[in-house]
């Protein structure tokens, strides 16, 4: 059987998430998840995803005197929501497929 490209789970997520709630900081990705992402391995697949050009992010300015590590707002680019739909149509074929 031939191997088809996949879009793993985690990202799916984000990507649904982002389209469907629009720009989100890392940690609220994390809230509206409502557990399938964690603090820990959210940052490490957004910053893969970004790679691939599916998200993209910008840096909120600190208020004066603020101290700590400006967050970053992610939202999903235009391959990243093609990409999305073109998974969904693929696996809905799939399973239409599945059932015949």
Do not use: N
């Amino acid at each position: 059987m031939p191997e088809f490209p996949t879009l793993p789970p985690k990202e799916r997520l984000i990507l649904e998430l982002l389209v469907s709630s629009g720009d989100l900081y890392g940690l609220e990705l994390v809230e509206h998840s409502e557990g399938g992402l964690k603090r820990g391995t959210v940052y490490v697949t957004l910053g893969r995803m970004e790679a691939k050009g599916f998200v993209t992010s910008e840096q909120e300015a600190l208020p004066d005197g603020a101290i700590g590590l400006p967050r970053r707002r992610y939202r999903p680019t235009a391959l990243g929501e093609r990409a999305l739909r073109a998974w969904s149509l693929f696996t809905q074929e799939l399973r239409l497929e599945a059932q015949s």
